[in-house]
Nanobody, 125 residues
Framework: QLQASGGGLVQAGGSLRLSCAAS????????MGWFRQAPGKEREFVAA????????WYADSVKGRFTISRDNAKNTVDLQMNSLKPEDTAVYYC????????????????????WGQGTQVTVSS
């Protein structure tokens, strides 16, 4: 089970930190990712992190503004979002691979095996 939190309303240029807590016994074996879905649009990839945290991938639209990180001791993966723009407004979902799958699995919407419930991020102009 994946539980996302931390969404809210923020002005353009502001920051938010999303967190996803995973209820699994071997969290360190799962690649993790964040996706988002804006109204009327398809769900899209945002960021991903390998099981060790040693590799990260980002969508071009968020590079340099968002940072994904994980704490395997706490079974959490975070998304620090800075310099937010109105176009970042969306429901954000965390997702997980199956155990021992590579990071690439959580970089496309058809890849993850597990999804969280989503948290709303609204950026006002």
């Amino acid at each position: 089970q994946l539980q996302a939190s931390g969404g809210g309303l923020v002005q353009a240029g502001g920051s938010l930190r999303l967190s996803c807590a995973a209820s699994v016994s071997t969290f360190e074996s799962y690649a993790m990712g964040w996706f988002r879905q804006a109204p009327g649009k398809e769900r899209e990839f945002v960021a991903a992190i390998s099981w060790s945290g040693g590799s990260t991938w980002y969508a071009d639209s968020v590079k340099g503004r968002f940072t994904i990180s994980r704490d395997n001791a706490k079974n959490t993966v975070d998304l620090q979002m800075n310099s937010l723009k109105p176009e970042d407004t969306a429901v954000y979902y965390c997702a997980a691979s199956r155990p021992d799958e590579p990071i690439v699995v959580v970089t496309t919407t058809g890849g993850p095996a597990y999804w969280g419930q989503g948290t709303q991020v609204t950026v006002s102009s």
